[in-house]
């Protein structure tokens, strides 16, 4: 077998590859073994009409034909192994010549994973943010809790903001009553604004078994983009009373007896978790760096086949929820569907060249990923998606995912190395610790049960910069960083790389 490749641009080859008749032998073989079972032939027993009988029954270019559909996608695969070739996506096939009993030859162009040129990695600094709790936000903390502990007490007067009502709801279009927009004893804090726009303000002034009718525009089911007459009827009112702020709520409320040892503890849970922020600030600024100082081609039809994939599943998306897209882009502020798009395809080109540079950082560094690495990240993912550890794994098995796992893994030590070797300072001149960012899971002197308690209490602190942190990557949010801060920081950085480019990890 022949084979050359063409380059035709930094992200895309043609190989030009001749095939002996005696390399198509497996090929022949699998498409007779086939048609023996298909074809009946009088005078011959099922599975053993002769080869040169059946070219005379199907006709020897059927046969030709379906051999060369067979051959080609291994020798195609063959000649991409031996020549270590990173394809992407699907190659456009042509059958260049076909002589029978002599060569089969075809082209394949296909685009591949551009040719990277590293910047300098010896240097590399970033600033960050400088780590300062507020007594506001401890304020806003410490309220979080006193809501928690607040009682409802029944009142004898029209509904207030802040009032927990019961509501009785009816809606209608064009005099019909709409299954879906009926309820009734359904709890509603007013002024909180979280079902439909007017509802607060019909409710607010209403006593018990009083009623208001408003109009609000539907946004879901087969009236989305209409607008309803919503009928709702206040059953009860119950005003919220707050606990006072002192040390028996303290002692109530938590493990501490006075309400300034609660307001300490809240201090220090807010410093832990802006220190975390400070570890995901600092990959997100290195990720920005490394796209800045590195010229990344990126593959002709790429980003648009991905694009074009995500808008067709959220088109299936809406479509069961009953939105439309002009529904979907309002709700979301978007201007047109041009500006979503364009939106879009910025995300889906940045996270295409993220991948491709750490791609190239593990190839430099010879990163290889062993056992612990792919347990450690199933173990990390599992817990995202509230799953066993072993039901991950199965579903990576099931959906053929294993080899973009295993290489989104790599990519994840690729970032975690180049954050460990960068310099990170706040915005006052002081050095970064990552290994402060670490959980100390064991401590010197410390027992099981100290250990437990101090990874919970570190897990509570990591959850909570990660919601504040990448509140816009839900997914993403809730991992914390495990064995190392840098790992659990490339995870999120290389995930929407490897989500946007399914197609290139499957190739």
Do not use: C
């Amino acid at each position: 077998m022949k084979s050359t490749i063409e380059e035709l641009g930094p992200t895309r080859v043609r190989m030009a590859i001749e095939v002996p008749w005696g390399d198509l032998d497996h090929a022949f073989g699998e498409v007779y073994k086939e048609l023996k079972k298909q074809v009946r032939v009088p005078g011959f027993r099922p599975g053993k009409v002769p080869e040169r009988v059946l070219d005379q029954r199907v006709g020897r270019p059927v046969v030709l034909e379906q051999v060369v559909q067979h051959a080609i996608p291994e020798v195609y695969s063959e000649v991409v192994r031996e020549n270590q070739v990173r394809v992407l996506g699907q190659p456009d096939i042509e059958v260049t010549r076909l002589d029978d009993n002599d060569t089969l030859a075809f082209t394949a162009e296909v685009d591949v994973a551009p040719k990277i040129e590293l910047p300098s990695l010896d240097d590399l600094a970033v600033t960050v943010d400088d780590v300062e709790v507020t007594d506001e936000e401890i304020d806003e903390q410490v309220a979080v809790m006193r809501e928690r502990f607040a009682m409802l007490t029944a009142v004898e007067r029209a509904a207030e903001d802040g009032d927990h009502v019961s509501l009785d709801l009816e809606a209608r279009v064009d005099d019909e009553v709409l299954e879906d927009g009926t309820t009734s004893g359904m709890s509603y804090e007013v002024g909180s604004g979280s079902l439909m726009e007017g509802l607060d303000d019909a409710v607010r002034g209403l006593s018990a078994d009083e009623s208001a009718t408003f109009r609000t525009d539907l946004h879901q089911g087969p009236y989305a983009g209409q607008q309803a007459d919503v009928t709702v009827t206040v059953r009860s009112v119950k005003a919220k009373d707050l606990p006072e702020l002192d040390d028996e709520f303290a002692s109530t409320a938590s493990e501490f007896d006075t309400l300034a040892e609660l307001r300490d503890d809240v201090r220090t849970r807010l410093g832990r978790a802006k220190t975390m922020q400070q570890g995901a600030q600092a990959r997100d600024k290195l990720v920005e760096h490394l796209l800045e100082a590195t010229e990344v081609p990126v593959p002709e039809g790429l980003v648009a086949r991905e694009v074009e994939w995500r808008n067709q599943s959220l088109s299936q998306e809406l479509q069961r929820a009953g939105m439309t897209w002009e529904t979907f882009l309002q709700a979301g502020g978007v201007e047109s569907r041009e500006a979503y798009d364009a939106d879009l395809s910025k995300q889906v080109e940045e996270a295409v060249r993220t991948q491709f540079i750490l791609d190239a950082v593990a190839d430099a560094r010879e990163i290889t990923v062993d056992n612990d690495d792919l347990s450690a990240q199933i173990m990390a993912q599992a817990s995202r998606q509230r799953v066993s550890p072993e039901q991950y794994a199965q579903q990576l098995q099931q959906g053929g995912n294993i080899a973009e796992f295993v290489a989104d893994v790599r990519r994840t030590k690729a970032l975690a190395q180049l954050l460990e070797q960068t310099t990170i300072t706040d915005a006052s001149g002081n050095t970064v610790d990552l290994d402060a960012l670490r959980p100390q899971t064991v401590r010197a002197g410390a027992g099981s049960e100290d250990a437990e308690e101090t990874a919970a209490e570190e897990t509570a602190a990591e959850e909570t910069a990660a919601e504040e942190t990448a509140a816009e990557t839900d997914a993403d949010a809730d991992e914390a960083p495990d064995a190392e801060v840098a790992d659990a920081a490339a995870v999120e950085a290389t995930e929407g790389a490897t989500e946007d480019t399914e197609d290139v990890a499957k190739s």
